[in-house]
C-alpha cells in the first residue's frame, strides 16, 4: 500500500499549465492573471497522491513558503517524518505543502480554500511568537526532475518582525535562520532544488 494511500491533493492540468505559460525555475511576471487561473475552481481539482505523484500530465499545487527576517532566511533539513521521501536531508527554505480536501471547509473554494490551506500548514509546521506579513511573490517550476516534474510552486514571502519561529514537527530538522550570503555560498550546494531557485532568485522576490 502506498504510503500516500487515501490522500487526495489538488492539481491542475498539464495543459492549463502549458496554457498560462511554461517556464523553468522562478517566473515573477504575469504573476497575477496566472494565480487567479490556478486557483480558479473551474480549472483545479483534487485527485490521488498516489496516482498524481507518478503523473506528469498533472501538476499538484505547493504553497512554498520564504520565511525571513530582514537579510536573515530561516531554513531546516527535511526530517524523515516529512511527506516527500525523495528531498529527505535536504536543507530547504521552504515551508509548506499540499492542499487537502479539509481545506475546502465551510464551503470554501478557490483562493479561500488556496488560503486557508497556506495558513493551515504554516501553523501546522511552526510556532509563531512574532507579527508576520504574507504575501505571493512568485511560481516556481522545475521539470528538471521526478519531484519537480509533477509540482508547480507557488512562491510566498513571509516577513517577521523578530526570529521568535519554531518547529512544531519533526520534518523540520536544525531549524535555524542564516544570512543570505550564507545561502547563496556555502550553503548552496545543500539546498534542495526549488531552495536554490528561490535563492537565486531572491532579488526578484
Not at 530547504?92 to 475546502?104: A, K, L, R, W, Y
Not at 511552526?126 to 522545475?142: E, G, S
Not at 512544531?168 to 532544488?193: K, Y
Request: aromatic share 6%.
Amino acid at each position: 500500500m502506498s504510503k500516500y494511500s487515501g490522500e487526495q491533493v489538488l492539481v491542475v492540468s498539464r495543459p492549463l499549465f502549458d496554457a498560462i505559460g511554461t517556464f523553468q525555475g522562478i517566473r515573477t511576471h504575469g504573476l497575477d492573471e496566472a494565480v487567479n487561473r490556478l486557483l480558479d475552481p473551474e480549472n483545479h481539482f483534487f485527485m490521488d497522491r498516489a496516482e498524481a505523484e507518478a503523473d506528469p500530465t498533472h501538476k499538484q499545487l505547493i504553497p512554498y513558503c520564504l520565511i525571513r527576517c530582514g537579510s536573515a532566511i530561516l531554513n531546516y533539513t527535511r526530517g524523515k517524518s516529512g511527506g516527500e521521501d525523495r528531498l529527505h536531508a535536504k536543507l530547504s527554505v521552504g515551508v509548506g505543502g499540499h492542499i487537502n480536501p479539509v481545506d475546502t471547509g465551510n464551503g470554501r473554494t478557490g483562493k479561500d480554500a488556496y488560503f486557508a490551506a497556506v495558513e493551515r500548514e504554516l501553523q501546522e509546521e511552526l510556532v509563531f511568537d512574532t507579527a508576520h506579513t504574507n504575501r505571493i511573490a512568485a511560481l516556481l517550476n522545475d521539470d528538471s526532475n521526478e519531484v519537480g516534474r509533477v509540482h508547480l510552486g507557488i512562491v510566498h514571502v513571509i516577513d517577521l518582525e523578530d526570529t521568535r519561529v519554531h518547529a512544531r514537527e519533526d520534518a523540520l530538522a536544525n531549524l535555524s535562520f542564516n544570512e543570505l550570503v550564507e545561502l547563496q555560498g556555502l550553503l548552496f550546494p545543500n539546498l534542495e532544488t526549488w531552495s536554490q531557485h528561490v535563492i537565486q532568485d531572491i532579488a526578484n522576490l
